[in-house]
């Protein structure tokens, strides 16, 4: 069981927006900094989002980050294919003091 | 450019002592606004974070793992050393070390392709 929560799937067609939320509680999320990874198979986690709604450099536009109160949220705006992949949440855990990480959603392109 | 990769065996006894190793290039392990992480991914699950190394020689380890887990670096080869005792099945996945960056709150932004770590006798 993760500490942070996320859905296990989302899906969307092309062009269109998708949205995953991550939830933590004030410990965590309610705390800290968010982190978003996009992970494909058999390959390293890519950082998409950093310090909440920040992009690395070459990471597309398209991808944003917020969040509010306990939550985060991961949006993908004009969905495309390469981007279906895992994605997964993280933060730091000033109670248990850990970086954890949330189950990741697997988004699919219709 | 910051790269990093991961060695070490592929498959170790249970009870065993597991050494993996992290060279990296491209940065300094010499502050503390630098820092070397190591985070697992168990087959088909989450990531989970084990411990971090910063410039200075500060360490961080995942509590429920700590009594297990010692990291050390060797700034001179650009290598990160993590070793974790006593393996058992649960131990099998793939273990990533990266770059950590405190300024700026970026965090763990660069990671090394992995190395895969099966435990059976």
């Known amino acids: 069981q993760s500490v942070l929560t996320q859905p296990p799937s989302a899906s969307g067609t092309p062009g269109q927006r998708v949205t995953i939320s991550c939830s933590g509680s004030?410990?965590?999320?309610?705390?800290?900094?968010v982190y978003w990874y996009q992970q494909f198979p058999e390959t390293a986690p890519k950082l998409v989002i950093y310090h909440n709604d920040r992009r690395p450099s070459g990471v597309p536009d398209r991808f944003s980050g917020s969040t509010s109160g306990t939550s985060a949220s991961l949006t993908i705006s004009g969905l495309r294919s390469e981007d279906e992949a895992h994605y997964y949440c993280t933060t730091w855990d000033d109670k248990l003091s850990d970086w954890v990480f949330g189950g990741g959603t697997k988004v699919t392109v219709l | 450019q910051i790269t990093l990769k991961e060695s070490g065996p592929t498959l170790v006894k249970p009870t065993q002592t597991l050494t993996v190793t992290c060279s990296f290039s491209?940065?300094?392990?010499?502050?503390?606004?630098?820092?070397v992480g190591w985070i697992r991914q168990s087959p088909g699950k989450s990531l989970e974070w084990l411990a971090l190394i910063y410039g200075h020689d500060d360490r961080r380890y995942r509590p429920p793992l700590q009594n297990r887990l010692t990291v050390t670096k060797d700034t001179s080869r650009n290598q990160v050393v993590l070793t974790m005792t006593n393996l058992d099945a649960a131990d099998t996945g793939t273990y990533f070390c990266?770059?950590?960056?405190?300024?700026?709150?970026?965090?763990?932004?660069?990671w090394g392709p992995g190395t895969r770590v099966t435990v059976s006798s």
């Open positions: 491209g940065f300094s392990l010499t502050t503390n606004d630098v820092g």
């Open positions: 004030r410990v965590n999320i309610g705390r800290g900094f």
């Open positions: 990266s770059h950590y960056e405190t300024r700026d709150h970026i965090g763990f932004d660069f």
